[in-house]
């Protein structure tokens, strides 16, 4: 049996390490599907169409045709901002630099979507807005 | 692991010590140890298989539990967020853009702006001939006349020639003139529906259908449709201030949803009043939302069939009930009969609404006494 080769010669300490190695292995598996739940990239939308898949981790500026003019839309250091956009209030620009979910801007109808397009509803964020799901008007 | 290692401890030392020690050995004796050495190995692997296999099934369980997942979309020219309630991500996935497939299909059919709409199909041929469309097209006609009638044509899906002439992003406020030539325009009667060749027509040539007022609405509707049928058993569908909700929450409550304040000052007073709500919908019409301000006087879009001009009765009208495609069309209308006459007509068809006049007074249906936390307008 060749199982019994190699584990010819080892002691207890050696299985215990062999088993550690291995539970730590698996858990740390689980720790990072925990802890990284969703690939971090940036999709960039205008009026509902994708335009843009791009990764958080590679710098970029990026231009999209929105319908009433150009957005610019800047990658760096793993965190996303709308450079410079036509609307009239500059909403989106004042959002400033985030590394996770949305940017909008309604007017030229472009939305940045980071770290993947489903979010799941954490309880944690948006506390003052935590007892309301949806608002009319 | 402590119990392993006092079991294999002395079992290991009566292994390995005769093998230096003691020699020759007989055949069978060795083989019988080597037998016995190599099963002790097998149930160390099979142990320590075991618990990976059980650190993997806990991990495999854990996500089951059910939880909210969101998605947002720009379409109809407008943000429109779909929460599922799923045990999987995957699901909830698929199921929210199924919805959002269905909310795209409506607008594509309807769209007022979209040269290829059937709606646009509709307006090009209006004065000449009859147009057919799609059932949804159909369908959603059909409950807007509906509401003109329920309203005394207070809602008119014919305010296409008034609406155009109207802009708020350039805030131009058109001659008085010209809002009273194109009201003659103006009048749903004027708008035949055939059901038996699935055809619309608009008897005077430059009548407009503009499904503005009743599109989002039932597109929640459709959406929340879409979501059930891919096996969805609780969410909300928001397009824009028209709301839908069915099902529970994970934490067994109903969806919670706030009333915009129409006169929103301080960040803090966002919320006017909350509501809970399943299995129902809810829409808003405001004269905050598109807007302009001239010499002090506030021109919006929600304009008034019979004057074109914009309704001046109140601020907001949310109206609760359950389906989008009543409850978007019968705020606006609402909105144009005023509170007196609006909360009368909602209690006559027995449902709800909440309405604030131009004085910033609150007015609700009595049913809805109760359930609706006011927090006030200030």
Known sequence: MRLKELTEGTTIADKLLLAALIIISVSGFIFIKKAFPQGTDVIIEVNGKQQYKLPLNTDITVSVKGVIGDTLIEIKNRKVRIKESPCPNKICIHNGWTDKGAIICLPNRVMVNIGGSVGIDSQREDKPRKTIDAITG | ?378
């Open chain 2, 1 to 378: 692991m402590i119990k392993k290692l006092k079991i294999l401890a002395p079992v290991r030392a009566q292994a390995d010590s005769p093998r230096r020690t003691s020699r020759p050995r007989t055949q069978a004796g060795s083989l019988r140890r080597m037998r016995r050495q190599n099963s002790k190995f097998k149930f160390f692997f099979i142990l320590l298989f075991a618990v990976c296999c059980l650190l993997l099934a806990v991990y495999g369980c854990t996500p089951r539990e059910e939880r909210i997942f969101r998605k947002s979309k720009i379409i109809m020219d407008t943000l429109i967020t779909i929460s599922a309630v799923s045990d999987s991500g995957d699901k909830a996935e698929a199921a929210i853009n199924k919805a959002f497939a269905e909310i795209e299909k409506i607008d594509r059919l309807v769209n007022f702006f979209s040269g290829k709409s059937e709606i646009s199909d509709i307006n090009k041929n209006a004065g000449k001939k009859a147009v057919a469309i799609s059932d949804e097209t159909f369908e959603v006609i059909g409950k807007a006349i509906q509401t003109s009638e329920k309203t005394n044509g207070a809602f008119d899906v014919t305010i296409g020639p008034e609406i155009s002439l109207w802009d708020f992003h350039k805030k131009i406020k058109p001659e008085d003139r010209a809002i009273k030539q194109k009201l003659q325009l103006v009048n749903y009667k004027a708008l035949m529906l055939d059901k038996n060749s699935r055809s619309v027509y608009l008897k005077k040539s430059g009548m407009l259908i503009d499904l503005g007022a009743i599109a989002k609405g039932y597109a929640a509707d459709k959406a929340v449709e879409a979501m059930k049928k891919n096996g969805i058993k609780s969410g909300l569908v928001a397009v824009a201030g028209d709301i839908k909700a069915f099902g529970l929450k994970p934490d067994g409550k109903p969806w919670k949803v706030g009333i915009r304040n129409p006169r929103q000052k301080t960040r803090d007073d966002e919320i006017m009043a909350t509501m809970e709500l399943t299995d129902m919908a809810i829409s808003t019409s405001g004269d905050y939302e598109r807007y302009f301000i001239i010499k002090g006087k506030r021109y919006h879009h929600i304009l008034d069939p019979k004057t074109g001009y914009p309704a001046d009765s109140c601020r907001s009208v949310s109206v609760i009930a359950k389906d989008g495609a009543i409850t978007d069309p019968f705020s606006t209308g609402i909105f144009v009969l005023g509170p007196e006459r609006g909360i009368k007509l909602l209690e006559e068809m027995e449902i709800d609404g909440i309405i604030v006049d131009k004085d910033g007074k609150i007015h609700t249906t009595s049913n809805l006494r109760g359930k609706v936390e006011i927090k006030g307008t200030n």
